[in-house]
Nanobody
Framework: QVHLLESGGGLVQVGGSLRLSCAVS????????VGWFRQAPGKEREFVAR????????FYGDSVKGRTAISINTASDTVELLMNSLKPEDAGAYYC????????????WGQGTQVTVSS
């Protein structure tokens, strides 16, 4: 079983930067991808970014592309999400999720961390 724990949310100003962490533990060898998703109140969950656990390949959602970076800190088994130039629409609950090899379906989710963007 894989366990995910997000951290790093909070209040950020418009135009500021955000760094979120997802601590990964458990059966790490079974992971194919780790992704970040977000959900604002009253809206559907939105894909933010993902990274291939073994190869490091990354992919980004259109709304964050060019101002977001996802990476793996192999020393701590943590997936980090760095987002710059924050906009009000970046606010919401951010979740990390893991998919098992070699599935595109995310079957393990963290509890989420809240991000508020103030103007």
């Amino acid at each position: 079983q894989v366990h995910l724990l997000e951290s790093g949310g909070g209040l950020v100003q418009v135009g500021g930067s955000l760094r979120l962490s997802c601590a990964v533990s458990g059966r790490i060898w079974s992971i194919y991808r780790v992704g970040w998703f977000r959900q604002a109140p009253g809206k559907e969950r939105e894909f933010v970014a993902r990274i291939n656990w073994s190869l490091g390949n990354t992919f980004y959602g259109d709304s964050v592309k060019g101002r977001t970076a996802i990476s793996i800190n192999t020393a701590s088994d943590t997936v980090e999400l760095l987002m710059n130039s924050l906009k009000p629409e970046d606010a919401g609950a951010y979740y990390c999720a893991a998919s098992p090899k070699y599935s595109e379906e995310y079957d393990t989710w963290g509890q989420g961390t809240q991000v508020t963007v103030s103007s």
